[in-house]
């Protein structure tokens, strides 16, 4: 029941969308979801829904075994617009591992699972993004071992897109075990009580052992909520001073999509000292 609930919900706000684009004269196509078979098919059929018309194709591939993605052979994120309508947007992000549509509903992984519910399971709802944690998948099994396995697709076992937090959204969900410093911040692990220093260059090694297609730079994360002005202009620069080190040390480019992170709070002035750092570091940080 709990499934047939979700696919409905996917369902209605795929469709809904569609209805919307329909208004416009302009017909698309899109590169909808597989199940594992078809894949493996390289099978290609195609439906209409009112004037927008919705083609499968085989997902990109690039020749190398197991689906890894080939590190010299395309740049590790392409994001093409397919249509729009007033504010609404279709779009395909294209990551090494799948072609996604948006928008779409990215759910938590956070130990890479999802809770009650199978990676088959996960591509009948026609997931195509799952988001794991930095931290806690560091935590458990630990990164280490991830990457032994092959990394989080193999350990998991979900041969679609996957994105891992840089872990900085603890500084807020676990802020009483946090000190943070210009250094990073250390956290008192919730398991053992043991002690952590997450730095820029520590999260972007976890992250390219994890091998997920899009990883997140470590970022000063101040509650929305928090009072102290003080605080969000601390931290917008500090977020700019801090991606300038995850840059350095991201040593798989080719493969895995570096996002940097807004901050500044609810200050549109900071906000735009943020995104104007960001934007400065041009192709170093695809999304």
Excluded at 89 to 117: D, E, N, W
Excluded at 189 to 217: C, F, K, W, Y
Excluded at 247 to 270: K, W
């Amino acid at each position: 029941m709990f499934t047939q609930r979700m696919a409905a919900k996917q369902s209605c706000l795929t469709h809904g969308l569609i209805t919307k684009l329909n208004a416009t004269p302009n017909s698309y196509k899109l590169t909808p979801h597989r199940s594992s078979s078809d894949r493996k098919k390289g099978s290609r059929s195609s439906r209409t829904m009112g004037s927008a018309s919705i083609v499968t194709t085989p997902p990109p591939t690039d020749g190398t075994p197991n689906g890894t993605p080939d590190a010299t052979s395309s740049p590790p994120l392409k994001f093409e617009v397919v249509a729009t309508h007033k504010r609404a947007r279709a779009s395909i992000l294209t990551v090494p591992h799948y072609a996604c549509k948006t928008p779409m509903f990215m759910p938590v992984g956070t130990q890479g699972t999802i809770k009650g519910l199978t990676t088959q399971q996960l591509e009948e709802l026609e997931c195509q993004l799952i988001l794991g944690n930095t931290y806690h998948l560091e935590l458990r099994p630990g990164s280490e071992l991830i990457g032994e396995m092959g990394g989080l697709h193999e350990f998991m076992n979900w041969d679609r897109g996957l994105l891992t937090d840089s872990g900085g959204f603890q500084m807020v969900s676990l802020l009483h075990l946090a000190d943070i410093t210009e250094e990073g911040v250390s956290f008192q692990s919730p398991v053992d009580g043991e002690m952590m220093l997450l730095t820029p260059e520590h999260s972007i090694q976890i992250q390219n052992r994890i091998g997920a297609d899009i990883i997140m730079a470590l970022d000063d994360v101040v509650s929305s909520v928090t009072s102290d002005a003080a605080r969000f202009e601390e931290a917008t620069h500090r977020t700019t001073r801090w991606i300038d080190r995850c840059i350095s040390a991201h040593q798989r480019p080719h493969e895995q999509a570096l996002f940097g992170i807004v901050q500044g709070g609810l200050d549109r002035r900071l906000r735009q000292i943020s995104l104007d750092g960001l934007k400065a570091r041009g192709d170093k940080l695809p999304g």
